[in-house]
């Protein structure tokens, strides 16, 4: 049997995790933030072979900080699936007009998207602040912000777009991936302006 295992955290962690495998039993994984990793394997027969998998350079350096060898790590990306999207765009990019009438845009304007969850270490805060300081500056073209998914920030985001008559402000909600790729051709510019913490981001890919 192999066992695979795959942790997307990068902050020193401390504690003990148990983690269930398909097989007959529980390996219990003890991670100390000053020493090794150290496996218990109470009820695994002693020949499995393990192996992680990290899906960037922080990851990796996360296991290797817990002494996880070289020769157990294999790099698996965060990826999406390319031809759907590649796909989408090409069908979308006809429509672009139509498709931004239906959410009450110009053909003319420019349009900025984010796209996540609406937490802090997103920052869409910031970028709503970069939007209000971008538009002071320069009324033409004319350009919509778009702030697509959910999360604990919304409720601030709107009320400051509110409170600031920022009428060129969408806030559309969580988008599928069906629904996202009509978002995509219809936007200019996409902003991540992510904090520490960010892990990847994989509406980049997208």
Same mark, same amino acid.
Not at 189 to 198: D, Q, T
């Given at each position: #049997?192999?066992?695979?295992?795959?942790?997307?955290?990068?902050?020193?962690?401390?504690?003990?995790?148990?983690?269930?495998? =398909?097989?007959?039993?529980? %390996?219990?994984?003890?991670?100390?933030?000053? =020493?090794?990793?150290?496996?218990?394997?109470?009820?695994? #027969?002693?020949?499995?072979?393990?192996?992680?998998?990290?899906?960037? !350079? !922080?990851?990796?350096?996360?296991?290797?900080?817990?002494?996880?060898?070289?020769?157990?790590?294999?790099?698996?990306?965060?990826?999406?699936?390319?031809? *759907?999207?590649?796909?989408?765009?090409?069908?979308?990019?006809?429509?672009?007009?139509?498709? *931004?009438?239906?959410?009450?845009?110009?053909? #003319?304007?420019?349009?900025?998207?984010?796209?996540?969850?609406?937490?802090?270490?997103? *920052?869409?805060?910031?970028?709503?602040?970069?939007? +209000?300081?971008?538009? %002071?500056?320069?009324?033409?073209?004319?350009?919509?912000?778009?702030?697509?998914? #959910?999360?604990?920030?919304?409720? !601030?985001?709107?009320?400051?777009? *509110? $409170?600031?008559?920022?009428?060129?402000?969408?806030?559309?909600?969580?988008?599928?991936?069906?629904?996202?790729? +009509?978002?995509?051709?219809?936007? $200019?510019?996409?902003?991540?302006?992510?904090?520490?913490? !960010?892990?990847?981001?994989?509406?980049?890919?997208?």
């Amino acid at each position: #049997d192999l066992i695979i295992l795959t942790v997307q955290s990068y902050p020193t962690v401390g504690g003990n995790w148990t983690v269930q495998f =398909n097989t007959t039993g529980t %390996a219990t994984l003890t991670i100390n933030p000053y =020493n090794s990793t150290q496996w218990s394997n109470d009820s695994l #027969d002693k020949d499995l072979k393990f192996l992680t998998v990290y899906c960037g !350079e !922080e990851n990796k350096k996360f296991y290797q900080f817990y002494g996880v060898p070289n020769n157990k790590l294999f790099f698996a990306p965060y990826a999406v699936d390319n031809e *759907r999207f590649m796909a989408a765009s090409r069908s979308l990019i006809a429509h672009r007009k139509s498709l *931004r009438e239906r959410q009450g845009i110009s053909e #003319d304007a420019m349009v900025i998207l984010f796209a996540g969850k609406l937490i802090q270490k997103k *920052r869409p805060m910031d970028l709503l602040y970069a939007y +209000e300081l971008l538009t %002071a500056e320069h009324q033409s073209p004319t350009t919509y912000m778009l702030f697509v998914g #959910d999360g604990e920030l919304r409720p !601030e985001l709107e009320r400051y777009a *509110r $409170d600031h008559r920022m009428s060129h402000v969408k806030f559309l909600g969580f988008k599928n991936q069906t629904e996202i790729p +009509e978002i995509y051709a219809i936007s $200019d510019i996409l902003a991540l302006p992510s904090g520490a913490g !960010e892990t990847w981001g994989l509406v980049v890919n997208e």
